[in-house]
Nanobody, 123 residues
């Protein structure tokens, strides 16, 4: 098992930036494809981004392309989500998780979910 802890959320104005972190402990972090998801109130959990074990393959949902950047530091057992040019519609709880099976954009294949970090973007 891997334990994941997200941090870095907060309240920012539209156009601002945040760096979300997801720190892992337990089994070898570098063995896992990592994903970021978000869930806004009253909405289903949504795929945001994923990064391969080595960091060479990256995917984003269209709505964050050009604004968000995912990265990982396997030496620090941490994956990051740099969120720039934030918009009110980015407001959500952001979660990280490890991919166990299936499509990288589907939350059904992910496990070891963290507790989430709240991002609130004011207009």
């Amino acid at each position: 098992q891997v334990q994941l802890v997200e941090s870095g959320g907060g309240l920012v104005q539209a156009g601002g930036s945040l760096r979300l972190s997801c720190a892992a402990s337990g089994r070898t972090f570098s063995n896992y494809v990592m994903g970021w998801f978000r869930q806004a109130p009253g909405k289903e959990r949504e795929f945001v981004s994923a990064i391969s074990r080595s960091g060479t393959n990256i995917n984003y949902v269209d709505s964050v392309k050009g604004r968000f950047t995912i990265s990982r530091d396997n030496a620090k057992n941490t994956v990051y989500l740099h969120a720039n040019s934030l918009k009110p519609e980015d407001t959500a709880v952001y979660y990280c998780a490890t991919l166990a099976r299936g499509q990288i954009s589907s939350d059904e294949g992910y496990e070891n979910w963290g507790q989430g970090t709240q991002v609130t973007v004011s207009s």
